[in-house]
């Protein structure tokens, strides 16, 4: 168990000091970014997650698409649903295990991947951060959401 050191209480209920508001806000601006960017796509944000785990490695699990997602079938399955009546990806039966459903993209979907392939430089950009920064950002931010997922 962690021993957390002392602190000065009325302090941490300003909003401006609370890491969750910090987090909160940072996420807003960050998908807002990104929106215009994937609109150009025909994406919403959720569904470029699931983009970026396809183009990474094709034909996965549900399964795990959501445990690398953080997300619950409950969510996952009906944005899946929706990528597969817009074209971008075929959902079928895994033939060795019929309880397990498999992803694979469609054509439309691989063919988005060259168009996608700038958007990453974009948000790097309008992030007005240096390479090194964001890294350390990205490392300390999954650190913090193991950590928190593991209390």
């Known amino acids: 168990m962690t021993i957390c ?22 996420s807003l601006a960050m998908t807002k970014t990104y929106k215009p960017l994937l609109d150009q796509l025909g994406l919403t944000y959720p569904q470029y997650l699931v983009m970026l785990v396809l183009w990474e490695q094709d034909d996965r699990a549900v399964k795990e698409i959501g445990e690398l997602l953080h997300l ?3 969510t996952l399955t009906p944005l899946l649903k929706r990528m597969e009546a817009a074209g971008l990806v075929h959902r079928q039966r895994d033939s060795k295990d019929e309880r397990s459903v498999r992803i694979r993209l469609s054509d439309d979907g691989r063919a988005l991947h060259e168009r996608a392939a700038e958007i990453p430089l974009q948000i790097f950009c309008a992030s007005g951060l240096q390479p090194e920064q964001l890294e350390n ?14 209390a």
């Open 72 to 74: 619950d079938s409950g």
């Open 137 to 150: 950002l990205r490392v300390a931010l999954n650190q913090l959401r193991d950590q928190l997922s593991a």
């Open 5 to 26: 050191p002392p602190v000065n209480a009325s302090l941490l209920l300003q909003l401006d000091r609370q890491l969750c508001f910090a987090l909160y806000s940072a």
